[in-house]
């Protein structure tokens, strides 16, 4: 698995980029919006996605972390395939992902072109799905000290969006804890995200 690759553009076309790692050009397919953001002769460093599917290796790729998680998220929904995935991931950033999910708000996944209302009903049903059953893995639950402090009303709501990325809810409650009180919910996903990339 090619995990993430560093090199300099050496061009960009309408969804992908080349990278030359030392002699070997690897394209890369992203969203318009990342390519637009490196520009050939720029050094770059891509997280990537190897996606192997009757006999064709394509490499997807995206400039943070956060992205690719919220890619193999959408991936994991029936019916969504990696088009979908960077079509989304180009009208909305993970922490908008997230809190659409959260909210019910399919109508804003519906932006992605390609995407319609079905896919995106079962983007938001399928992916509420998986964070109910992240809520039964055991992080400082019943019989365990909780070394983080409590978070608000609207602080829950970030937490189940960090989830919706994979994060456990241990890891989400103590990275919104840490973000601060009286930011909206979509500020506090954002900056438990750079909390939780540091790490």
Request: charge should be negative; charged fraction near 20%.
């Amino acid at each position: 698995m090619i995990a993430m690759i560093k090199g300099i553009v050496e061009y960009v076309d309408e969804n992908s980029a080349v990278v030359d790692t030392g002699g070997v050009g690897y394209r890369v397919f992203m969203s318009p919006a990342n390519l637009s953001r490196i520009p050939a002769g720029q050094q770059v460093k891509i997280h990537t996605y190897l996606r192997v599917a009757e006999g064709v290796m394509d490499l997807y790729g995206f400039l943070s972390r956060e992205e690719l998680a919220a890619f193999k998220m959408i991936l994991s929904v029936s019916g969504a395939g990696p088009k979908a995935g960077l079509a989304v991931l180009s009208v909305l950033s993970p922490a908008q992902l997230a809190l659409a999910v959260v909210t019910d708000d399919y109508k804003s996944i519906t932006k992605a072109q390609g995407v319609g209302p079905k896919l995106a009903q079962k983007i938001v049903l399928e992916l509420k799905d998986k964070m109910k059953n992240n809520d039964l893995l055991p992080d400082g639950g019943a019989g365990g000290a909780i070394d983080y402090a409590p978070v608000s009303a609207g602080g829950s709501d970030a937490v189940e969006a960090l989830m919706v990325l994979g994060y456990s809810q241990g890891e989400a409650m103590r990275a919104v804890a840490a973000a601060g009180e009286g930011l909206s919910t979509e500020d506090a996903i954002k900056k438990a995200l750079q909390l939780l990339a540091k790490h």
